[in-house]
């Protein structure tokens, strides 16, 4: 009734930073979070599926903004060395017989709904890039500022996690490593192709980030959510 599929793949540098998690409660309830280590290293990839796994397992309970919240707890205090990992992250919560999907995200990981026509993209990087193009900032000077973040899990409050509702029947999420490395278009025919196959999909994305010129390729995570549950006998 609720499909999924999930894949990350590592990037060129050491240790993958990202993890995703997707997490069914007995209720049929679906919730998964999408977490993008902030940096790489030894610290960061080991605390990243942790912050996953609470994200997902609080989202299915209660609510996205309560399991990003609770993730960000984790990492909240920066430790004794000031080496804390930080991260971004994005939530997904399907119940059985919902027709939306609800999200919560913190930072610059994204959310797509696909109707079966089109790829839309439903959230907005908290980024200062994205507030410089959103205020009319030649595009130049907007992309220059993409990689500095507003928020991040380690920060984030009630007021500073944003939520949606995805009305369609498939929902994505993803890290920055898939959307920043592969365009629009891309992400869309890779959709299209594989809309009845949530995990070739989310493998699909993953594998479709390529290196930009200087040879260097991010971490790049996907979940594939499709939701079947709320349609009717007559409809299938």
Same mark, same amino acid.
């Given at each position: ?7 990350? +793949?590592e990037?060129?540098? =050491?240790? $993958? #930073? ?7 409660l ?8 999408v977490? &993008?280590?902030?940096?790489?290293g ?7 599926? @942790?912050? #996953?796994?609470?994200?997902?397992r609080?989202?299915?309970r ?5 399991? /990003? /919240?609770?993730? *960000?707890?984790l %990492?909240?205090?920066?430790?004794? &060395?000031?080496?804390?990992?930080n ?5 997904a919560?399907?119940?059985l ?5 609800? %999200? ?5 990981? +994204? ?20 507030? @410089?193009r ?12 993409? $990689?500095? @973040?507003k928020?991040?899990l380690? %920060?984030?409050?009630? *007021? ?5 509702? %995805? ?5 994505i999420? !993803?890290?920055?490593?898939v959307?920043?490395?592969? &365009?629009?278009?891309?992400?869309e025919?890779?959709? +299209? ?8 999909? =989310?493998?699909?994305?993953? =594998?479709?980030?390529?290196?930009? &010129?200087? *040879?260097? +390729?991010?971490?790049? !995570?996907?979940?594939v /959510?499709v $939701?079947?549950?709320?349609? !009717?006998?007559?409809? *299938?």
């Amino acid at each position: 009734m609720i499909a999924t599929g999930h894949a990350t +793949r590592e990037g060129t540098a =050491a240790d $993958n #930073a990202d993890a995703c998690k997707v997490h069914r409660l007995a209720s049929g309830t679906v919730a998964a979070a999408v977490i &993008d280590g902030i940096g790489h290293g030894p610290h960061t990839s080991r605390t990243a599926p @942790l912050l #996953a796994e609470v994200a997902a397992r609080i989202t299915a309970r209660r609510h996205g903004t309560a399991g /990003l /919240l609770t993730a *960000g707890e984790l %990492i909240a205090d920066p430790g004794p &060395d000031d080496d804390e990992a930080n991260a971004v992250a994005v939530t997904a919560r399907l119940r059985l017989g919902d027709d939306v999907t609800r %999200i919560a995200w913190v930072g610059d990981c +994204r959310a797509y709904g696909w109707n079966g026509t089109e790829l839309r993209r439903y959230t907005t990087d908290h980024t200062v890039g994205e507030q @410089l193009r959103s205020n009319g900032a030649p595009w130049e000077l907007a992309k220059e500022h993409d $990689n500095w @973040l507003k928020n991040a899990l380690s %920060i984030a409050t009630v *007021g500073t996690v944003y939520e949606v509702t %995805i009305p369609d029947r498939l929902v994505i999420l !993803t890290s920055d490593g898939v959307h920043d490395q592969a &365009d629009h278009e891309q992400l869309e025919a890779l959709v +299209r192709e594989h809309e009845s196959e949530p995990q070739a999909l =989310a493998e699909a994305l993953v =594998a479709a980030a390529e290196a930009d &010129d200087e *040879g260097y +390729r991010d971490d790049a !995570t996907a979940v594939v /959510l499709v $939701n079947d549950s709320a349609r !009717t006998d007559d409809e *299938g």
